[in-house]
């Protein structure tokens, strides 16, 4: 079954970290090109990265995270991660890791991440 599982959210504090993983079964992440998108409440989705392993691990940001975020991969363990670094109060939302395989959008159920003092 080719699905994507995201985990790793939480509650951090403002300038906080937390490191998101979104682990692929059923496919090679590597070879496709791995996005993360989040959705805050009341919000539509918003771009936030992307990622492509075997492209020389090519990747890009959304202006809004960039110099605080950072994709990576590890192929070997078939999963991608978002570390997210001096967090704001307007990054809290839900995060999903998602791709395309066939035409089809594989999109995980997503992982909560909270930022409050």
């Known amino acids: 079954q080719v699905q994507l599982v995201e985990s790793g959210g939480g509650l951090a504090q403002p300038g906080g970290s937390l490191r998101l993983s979104c682990a692929g079964s059923?496919?090679?992440?590597?070879?496709?090109?791995i996005h993360w998108v989040r959705q805050a409440p009341g919000k539509g989705l918003e771009w936030v990265s992307v990622i492509n392993i075997d492209r020389g691990g090519s990747t890009f940001y959304a202006d809004s995270v960039k110099g605080r975020f950072t994709i990576s991969g590890d192929s070997a363990k078939n999963t991608l991660y978002l570390q997210m670094n001096s967090l704001k109060i307007e990054d809290a939302a839900v995060y999903y890791c998602?791709?395309?395989?066939?035409?089809?959008?594989?999109r995980g159920q997503g992982t909560q991440v909270s930022v409050s003092s």
């Open positions: 059923g496919f090679t992440v590597s070879t496709y090109w």
């Open positions: 998602g791709t395309k395989i066939g035409g089809a959008t594989i």
